[in-house]
């Protein structure tokens, strides 16, 4: 069964950077397309950024172009999130999703229904 953690979230001041990260910690053989969304209080979930399972194809929301970057090491069955340039708006908690696809996928997926799997999100407050 595939498991999701994400990890370090926390405070950062605007215009700061922060790195999430996503493990498979159920260690399934599961071939898996991942990708990171977000909700702050009272928003819908939003779309963040996606990857394929071979890594090579990414997708970001507007709002993520040019400040985040999504990447993945299979051979630890983890996702991460880089994040740069953080203003307060980027204030959410941040949930790690992933879908099972056949091996050597080079497929996304951007909206929340494609998704099998969803971790318990870490959250991101961007304050001074």
């Known amino acids: 069964q595939v498991h999701l953690v994400e990890s370090g979230g926390g405070l950062v001041q605007p215009g700061g950077s922060l790195s999430l990260s996503c493990a498979d910690s159920?260690?399934?053989?599961?071939?898996?397309?991942m990708g990171w969304f977000r909700q702050a209080p009272g928003m819908d979930r939003e779309f963040v950024a996606a990857?394929?399972?071979?890594?090579?194809?990414?997708y970001y929301a507007e709002s993520a172009k040019g400040r985040y970057t999504i990447f993945r090491d299979n051979a630890k069955n983890t996702v991460f999130l880089q994040m740069s340039s953080l203003r307060p708006e980027d204030t959410a908690k941040y949930y790690c999703t992933a879908k099972s696809v056949r091996t050597y996928s080079d497929t996304y997926y951007i909206t929340a229904e494609s998704y099998d799997y969803w971790g318990q999100g870490t959250q991101v407050t961007v304050s001074s």
């Open positions: 159920g260690r399934t053989r599961n071939s898996l397309a």
């Open positions: 990857i394929s399972w071979r890594g090579s194809t990414t």
